[in-house]
């Protein structure tokens, strides 16, 4: 009978959770949060670089990959600094993931070469890069010392962003994500005063993303989307951002997907993107996220293609909690009329996700996954999810759900040698709390 306290507790935790969020969610949807003026369309991304001069900065650090530079990528904005008289500096050796010791790197460039702002060019690991420069380079801190809410008490450097890709959303984000190499695991800055100053969509930039990127990128706008409309924090400013996400990506993603020099869908999945990350700054991600940092933190998955392997699993199982959120996406998805019973609405949007990863060729599993590894990875998200960052996720997990969960992800040659090695699955209760014994109880 020893196990009855535990799933008293887990279900009155799973309560207590959910009350909290939807309390907190009343309090965040009240505060104001700085958005960046945004340039939009071919040529956005000049355009910013002549804004920029206009505001008396001396000496910029550009902040980028190898990638984008030597595709030659910064010639628009680059020229247009020099043109307004601002001199500029490439730290062009950012990497996925965004690791502490290249920024520590950045960091240093920009001292020694005395810059006063930053502009940020590529996708979410140089964005991400740049606000953690912003912070460090301000508040002479260790990195590891600025992850969580607020721990910079001086306001960073100012931050410039150009997205080459559409599916981060940090040009208007209040968070940093980077990776411990020594922990293997993500580190999270949030700080209102991150958010970027100015920001350029311009589809230009995004021609020539190979299709493979297109689609994880894309998902994951469309994960923030989804996540900040079925948490417990959404509210009628971030819901509008979300449904908008939504209709974008399955209007455009797919198009971007197989004809990368599309503009229209170009443009359109950036302003998606850009939508995403304003709903999900204000009503934060979930279990989604929590997962796929684990899985980018120990195997440097794409952050993207991590959230798009879990989104299928994380939605079937809120499901329940979410009928009548989903029913909505659906709509605006334009997968159905909103006469429909919503359980049949949720259901189609369900099986849309799973149609769009498959279109895309999102893989079903997560190749370098391995069971020995799955209770450490649960157990981080887990504590992600509840105590480090305080997802207001809707459907309370443990951690043995959440370790089944990831396992639908092992690839099926592992998944046949674990087989016997596993406990039985366990049943859940309405609130996610876990159980596996008297079915009364449980009911």
């Not at 009855?4 to 009350?19: H, K, T």
């Not at 190499?181 to 580190?187: I, M, Q, V």
């Not at 949030?190 to 990128?217: N, S």
């Not at 079925?230 to 198009?255: H, K, T, Y």
Request: hydrophobic share 45%; charged share 20%; proline share 6%.
């Amino acid at each position: 009978m020893s196990l009855i306290p535990s799933i008293i507790s887990d279900a009155v935790f799973a309560r207590g959770m959910g009350s909290l969020m939807r309390g907190a969610g009343m309090v965040t949807r009240f505060l104001p949060l700085p958005q960046p003026t945004l340039l939009v369309g071919p040529g956005s991304s000049a355009r910013l670089g002549q804004a920029i001069t206009g505001f008396g900065h001396e000496k910029i650090l550009i902040v980028t990959d190898s990638v984008v530079s030597r595709l030659g990528l910064l010639k628009g904005l680059t020229d247009a600094i020099t043109a307004g008289g601002c001199k500029y500096v490439v730290f062009d050796e950012i990497t996925p993931d965004a690791p502490i010791p290249l920024i520590e790197k950045g960091i240093a460039c920009f001292e020694e070469h005395g810059c006063d702002a930053i502009v940020a060019v590529g996708g979410g690991s140089a964005m991400d890069a740049a606000k953690a420069i912003a912070v460090a380079v301000a508040n002479h801190k260790p990195l590891r010392q600025l992850a969580g809410y607020f721990k910079g008490l001086r306001n960073p450097v100012r931050v410039y962003a150009v997205p080459t890709t559409a599916g981060t959303g940090s040009e208007v984000t209040v968070a940093a994500v980077i990776s411990d190499p020594d922990s293997h695991k993500k580190l999270v800055m949030v700080d209102t005063r991150m958010v970027p100053k100015m920001a350029a969509l311009d589809p230009e930039l995004m021609t020539g993303l190979p299709p493979h990127i297109t689609a994880a990128t894309g998902i994951d706008a469309l994960t923030h989307a989804v996540e900040s409309f079925v948490g417990n924090w959404a509210c009628p400013q971030s819901d509008s951002m979300a449904l908008s996400a939504v209709a974008l990506i399955f209007e455009n993603l797919r198009i971007a997907y197989n004809d990368g020099k599309n503009l229209v869908a170009r443009e359109n999945m950036a302003l998606a993107s850009t939508y995403a990350g304003l709903a999900f700054t204000r009503a934060n991600v979930g279990y989604v996220h929590a997962i796929a940092h684990q899985f980018g933190g120990r195997y440097h998955t794409p952050h993207g293609l991590a959230n798009a392997i879990m989104l299928p699993h994380v939605l079937k199982y809120s499901h329940p909690a979410i009928i009548g959120r989903l029913a909505k996406l659906a709509v605006r998805a334009n997968l159905g009329h909103a006469g429909a019973s919503e359980d049949e609405l949720a259901q189609k949007f369900l099986d849309a996700v799973d149609e769009l990863n498959r279109d895309l060729g999102i893989p079903a599993y997560l190749e370098s996954l391995r069971e020995e590894d799955i209770p450490e990875l649960a157990a981080a998200a887990c504590r992600e999810a509840h105590f480090d960052m305080i997802y207001p996720v809707p459907r309370y997990m443990t951690q043995a759900i959440c370790e089944d969960l990831i396992r639908q992800v092992l690839p099926p040659a592992s998944a046949e040698t674990t087989t016997e090695k596993k406990t039985p699955r366990r049943r859940t209760t309405d609130d996610g709390a876990s159980c596996n014994f008297i079915l009364v109880f449980c009911e």
